[in-house]
């Protein structure tokens, strides 16, 4: 599996992905080698990324902080 931070959008997610809600349901993502994850929390199909970081101006670096 490989995640990339997109610069002020979601997480993208590519190859073989399992992923499990809270109560332990899995999501089915049959025939999706990728799924784009949102990170500004106004999706409305979270976890879902619909685009809309763009609307709410939402900023976020893609490289990670400096771990001390």
Do not use: Y
């Amino acid at each position: 599996m490989k995640i990339t931070v997109r610069p002020n959008g979601p997480l993208r997610v590519e190859g073989h992905i399992v992923l499990t809600d809270a109560d332990g349901k899995e999501w089915d993502l049959t025939g999706k080698p990728a799924v784009s994850l949102c990170r500004c929390g106004a999706s409305e199909k979270r976890p879902f990324c619909d685009g809309s970081h763009n609307k709410v101006g939402f900023q976020c670096s893609a490289s990670p902080a400096l771990l001390t």
